[in-house]
Nanobody, 120 residues
């Protein structure tokens, strides 16, 4: 079964850092693209950062200069490095990946989410 699983969330003080991981498993060839989204209580899910296979990245204005998205296809894992965290970054963070499958084709899949809480 092809899936992605997030990890690395937790509680951190404002100004601190966390690194989220999104590990892909199953019969995959590579992670072709990945997006990190977040959803705070009472708010809509929003795109935080996205990377496509060639390395092109884009970020929400609210996280530019603080967050960095990357993919390590040797480990079938994507990352979101989050620095200078603010209380308003508190949310459940979700990984969404476009996976090229080992036997052809591709699949888009979501992880289950990981909670990030930033205290003031």
């Amino acid at each position: 079964q092809v899936q992605v699983v997030e990890s690395g969330g937790g509680l951190v003080q404002a100004g601190g850092s966390l690194r989220l991981s999104c590990a892909a498993s199953g019969s995959i060839f590579r992670i072709n693209a990945m997006g990190w989204y977040r959803q705070a209580p009472g708010k809509q899910r929003e795109l935080v950062a996205r990377i496509i296979g060639g390395g092109s990245t884009s970020y929400a204005d609210s996280v530019k200069g603080r967050f960095t998205i990357s993919i390590d296809n040797a480990k079938n894992t994507g990352y979101l490095q989050m620095n200078s965290l603010k209380p308003e970054d508190t949310a459940v963070y979700f990984c969404n990946a476009d996976l090229d499958l080992a036997y052809g084709g591709w699949k888009n899949t979501w992880g289950q989410g990981t909670q990030v809480t930033v205290s003031s």
